[in-house]
């Protein structure tokens, strides 16, 4: 009998401590003061969160639990609003609340609107495509891809300009490089084939280790176009 009541004693001690273990892992969404002070150690600002909403269940999958999404503005710039996503989710043979993960569209909606602003008084082509919020792994994040084509040795000098501004305005702005934001440049020669063109990314993941001077990103994208070419002659006919 000692026994039974032993094992039942460290039956409910196992559940109530596992209880507090998913409490205290963020099983929970946070509050908005919460989110409010992620941002502000993030980028050293002060923000107001305006709303929040949960996210539809149509992009709930394996092991995430709830989404929520805030609108948030800098407190100085209440006419300024971008999202920020939390998740919860489990991470280990399905338990829930092992991750409580944040990730927002700060950076990314500011180089978004330099790059317009840097670009209006050009003749650039581009076009925008938002993702709110896109999913990878479990986790749920936002990305920005920036259409640049067609892109020559004509306007490439103007490109590079542009994106290096871009780049310099946000950093100024937020102090951070623009997580997020993908830049995929068509880059073609008139005098190129009309099926031949090449295709360059530049992302966060290059940004990591990568200077913004417009003279680097010119030589960055004119090594790739040279990489591209050497490739069609090593396959050509």
Not at 14 to 31: D, K, N, Q, V, Y
Not at 81 to 86: A, E
Not at 88 to 104: C, H, K, Q, T, Y
């Amino acid at each position: 009998m000692a026994g039974k009541i032993k094992a039942r004693v460290c039956f409910v001690g196992l559940i109530c401590t596992l209880a507090l273990l998913l409490t205290s892992c963020g099983f929970r969404l946070m509050s908005k003061r919460e989110v409010e002070e992620y941002l502000e150690k993030q980028y050293g600002q002060k923000f107001t969160v305006i709303s929040s909403e949960s996210v539809t269940d149509d992009y709930y999958e394996d092991d995430v639990w709830r989404v929520r999404a805030y609108t948030v503005s800098p407190k100085d710039d209440l006419q300024t609003q971008f999202f920020v996503f939390n998740t919860v989710e489990g991470e280990s043979f399905g338990v829930p609340g092992l991750a409580n993960r944040l990730s927002d569209t700060y950076s990314l909606d500011i180089f978004g609107r330099a790059f317009e602003t840097r670009a209006a008084d050009t003749d650039v082509e581009y076009s925008f495509d938002y993702f709110y919020p896109v999913k990878s792994s479990s986790v749920y994040y936002s990305d920005l891809y920036v259409n640049i084509g067609p892109v020559s040795s004509g306007n490439l000098e103007t490109v590079c300009m542009i994106l290096s501004q871009a780049y310099a305005d946000t950093f100024e702005k937020a102090q951070v490089m623009p997580s997020g934001v993908s830049v995929m440049l068509t880059y073609k020669e008139p005098a190129w084939p009309e099926d031949q063109s090449c295709l360059i990314r530049i992302d966060s993941f290059y940004l990591s280790g990568f200077d913004t001077n417009t003279e680097t990103i010119e030589k960055y994208i004119l090594d790739e176009v040279s990489k591209y070419q050497k490739r069609l002659q090593q396959t050509g006919p």
